[in-house]
């Protein structure tokens, strides 16, 4: 072999300014690569964590006050005020009156007015203390506001999700790479409890831990059991597919070059295992954030869950399982919108994450 | 090289002693069961009984064909992979008696170039990163000094101080090599395995990857294990070869003994096998018949006697030892043994 012409691959070129765009312009980019569903999914997802963070401003009521005399009231129309009348306020309603008390019909006082005040005594809107309410999606059977205990139960729903899938994540990650790094005994052993516990049968698992909950916890508590007992039956799954992932990558030569430099276990694992996990483990944690959501409206539907008063989406949908209440009231089946509106939306944008975190799509 | 001392590579050993020594190394891998509840397990024998030294400053080529145990052997060596049998004495210490953290340490003297030039960087990392690993974790130097000896070493091998910022996906396959040495330089090793590190280039560029290791070689004081499947690519580089066979060393001499003089069937064939630059002084081709055999079920005696044009009745019961003749020249073979 003689020595070969010298080639011009050796020497770079300058290198090219930093590409080190600004998270506004990376963020418009991933707006421009994403289609409509994707879009829509965000901004829905967006507007949920909105309502759950400012519940307390943007409910117009307090969601356990009972206005005894408008039970099951439907929802009620929004009418402009004229030009003239925008000193005492832009947007009235015509209160409701019940016209059978049996079969609870209502009519529209047309002679009244309620004012809907925005921006005042802390909510976006609301109507004066002592004024008939402004019921925009309706009340339940017990005459409580459904868009503020709505507006509440998203507090719940919106972030067991999170909070849960934080939980899955971190065991699921920490315990399937040690399994799938160090493997031997140990692998053996998280495996086969990984296996014990993703044989039982979920919901009933799900079901029999729900009802050793204390009846008499907090709302609070009873959250944080649930998501601890949720993640408790989610991590196994995701681990295994971690552990697989982590076997893999720990036989690629880049990794077997970082034992030969005398990298600890830890620093591979940190280094080079996890980073080439994460792309997957974070579309596989937005896929199982809708698993939370519906876990937790199922337990509180069965009344495991949240209880009344406090309000999650899975407990006002509970209301709507009386056939005869969804064919007179069917405004009560609303929180089942929003429920299916987030789960449809953390599927779509886990899809779109799974395309876009894809490595054969890396620049 | 950088001014500071821990980069000097440490005191030279009295000459005379090999830097590296491998003793009856052998390793055994399973092959998992022969049926699904079968207790009954197969086991491959990668590498058995080979003993070996590297003199300091020295290039030993090992050659073999794939499946051969060569790659095995250099892991061996570094203590990548656990022998079942043997030891390894690295600079005159038994690697299999060091602590974890002792070894740890060692790992900067002893270091490997990969074959597969893709598949040894990490795609997540910059060069940056990829390149200071080794003096992070050996915390030879941080801030500006690692930057600084980080873009030396980049230079050290042919690249742009400037690949810093870059992504592996970025360069050639040449490139990505001298980014895989540079690694590997980082922690002023002794000790290099070379694993076939050309194998996956193009022509042109072996010769220029070669050159420069042979540079480096000369300018760091450095040690080679140089590992390659065909005999034409270690000519240049070794001072010594050695071939291996179904994971037992069959030859092993002088570069110009094993060109020149080779005893052993095997290594006749592999060098009829190199084309000749001159189509009128061609030699006879020594075709060799069948495959390697499966190392898990490795003929008795002589392992490459269902190949060997001359075998004999002993070659087929008596497994050849490895001995050393005339000038070093290591043969095992019953039909050829050493002068």
Redesign the interface.
Known sequence: ?????P?T????E??PP?RQASLGAKLRREWRLASWPVRLSTLCLAVFYILALGSPVIAPYNPTRQYRSLPDCPPMALHLAAPSEWRRGFFYAYPMRMTDAVRRTYAEERGVRTWVHLFSRGHIFTTAPGAPPYFLLGSDALGRDLFSRIVYGSRVSMFIGILGVAITFSLGITIGALSGYVGGLLDNLIMRWSEIEMSLPSFYFLLALAAIIPSGMSTVKTFFMIVAIMSFIGWAGFARVIRGMTASVRS???V?????????RW?ILR??VI??VMGYAIVAATLSIPGFILGESALSLLGLGIQEPAASWGNLLAQAEDVHALAHYPWILLPGVFIFLAVMSFNFLGDHLRDRLD?SH?? | MSPVSAYSPAAMPATGAPLVRAENLGKEFEAGASGLLSRHRLTVKAVSAVSLDIHSGETLGLVGESGSGKSTLGRLLLKLIEPTSGRVIFDGRDLAALSRKELRALRRQMQLVFQDPYASLNPRMRVRSIVGEGIEIHRLARGAEKERRIAELLELVGLDAGAMNRYPHEFSGGQRQRIGIARALAVNPRFLVLDEPVSALDVSIQAQIINLLQDLQERLRLTYLFIAHDLRVVEHISQRVAIMYLGKIVELASRDEIYSNPRHPYTRALLSAIPSVNPQARAERIKLPGEVPSPVDPPKGCAFHPRCPYAKDICRKVEPALETGHGGHAVACHVFPPD
Request: net charge positive.
């Open positions: 072999m003689s020595a070969a012409a080639r691959d050796i020497r770079l300058a290198p930093e690629v030569p880049y077997e070059a970082a034992r030969a430099l005398g990298a600890s620093r280094r080079h980073p080439s490595p890396l620049r």
